[in-house]
Protein backbone atom coordinates (compact mmCIF):
# COMPACT_ATOMS: atom_id res chain seq x y z
CA UNK A 1 0.00 0.00 0.00
CA UNK A 2 1.51 3.24 -0.88
CA UNK A 3 0.49 6.92 0.90
CA UNK A 4 0.84 9.84 0.20
CA UNK A 5 0.96 12.72 2.14
CA UNK A 6 -0.88 16.12 1.33
CA UNK A 7 -0.31 19.50 3.02
CA UNK A 8 0.95 17.68 6.69
CA UNK A 9 -1.86 14.38 6.41
CA UNK A 10 -1.39 11.35 5.54
CA UNK A 11 -3.88 9.55 3.07
CA UNK A 12 -3.72 5.83 1.76
CA UNK A 13 -3.88 5.54 -2.35
CA UNK A 14 -6.72 3.84 -2.07
CA UNK A 15 -8.99 6.81 -0.43
CA UNK A 16 -9.31 8.99 -3.34
CA UNK A 17 -12.74 9.92 -3.88
CA UNK A 18 -12.77 10.77 -6.99
CA UNK A 19 -10.90 10.85 -10.13
CA UNK A 20 -11.10 13.67 -13.04
CA UNK A 21 -9.54 13.08 -16.17
CA UNK A 22 -9.28 16.63 -18.32
CA UNK A 23 -7.91 16.54 -22.03
CA UNK A 24 -6.93 19.85 -23.49
CA UNK A 25 -6.75 20.21 -27.28
CA UNK A 26 -5.91 23.35 -29.38
CA UNK A 27 -3.79 24.98 -31.91
CA UNK A 28 -0.16 25.42 -31.40
CA UNK A 29 1.78 27.94 -29.52
CA UNK A 30 -2.02 29.04 -27.18
CA UNK A 31 -0.53 27.88 -23.94
CA UNK A 32 -2.20 24.70 -23.54
CA UNK A 33 1.39 23.28 -21.45
CA UNK A 34 1.07 26.66 -19.64
CA UNK A 35 -2.17 26.19 -18.69
CA UNK A 36 -1.37 22.79 -17.13
CA UNK A 37 1.62 24.03 -15.52
CA UNK A 38 -0.14 26.74 -13.43
CA UNK A 39 -2.73 24.34 -12.44
CA UNK A 40 -0.64 21.63 -11.16
CA UNK A 41 2.24 23.70 -9.87
CA UNK A 42 1.85 26.91 -9.91
CA UNK A 43 4.35 27.84 -12.54
CA UNK A 44 3.96 30.11 -15.76
CA UNK A 45 7.45 30.04 -17.84
CA UNK A 46 6.98 32.93 -20.82
CA UNK A 47 10.10 31.63 -22.09
CA UNK A 48 9.07 27.28 -22.99
CA UNK A 49 9.83 25.70 -25.91
CA UNK A 50 7.00 23.88 -27.84
CA UNK A 51 5.68 20.92 -26.50
CA UNK A 52 6.07 17.88 -28.69
CA UNK A 53 3.63 14.65 -27.90
CA UNK A 54 1.70 14.67 -24.61
CA UNK A 55 2.07 15.67 -21.57
CA UNK A 56 0.80 14.46 -18.25
CA UNK A 57 0.53 16.21 -14.86
CA UNK A 58 -1.82 15.60 -11.81
CA UNK A 59 -2.59 17.35 -8.76
CA UNK A 60 -4.46 16.24 -5.97
CA UNK A 61 -7.33 18.34 -4.39
CA UNK A 62 -9.03 18.34 -0.95
CA UNK A 63 -12.25 19.83 -0.76
CA UNK A 64 -15.14 19.14 2.14
CA UNK A 65 -12.54 16.02 3.47
CA UNK A 66 -13.14 14.58 0.07
CA UNK A 67 -9.83 13.70 -2.48
Same mark, same amino acid.
Given at each position: ?13 ? &? ?8 ? !? $? ?5 ? *??? /?? #???? &? ?8 ? !? $? ?5 ? *??? /?? #???
Amino acid at each position: MRREEDRGEEWEAE &DIDYVFKIVV !I $GDSAVGK *TQL /LG #RFTK &DEFFLDSKST !I $GVEFQTR *TLV /LN #RKR
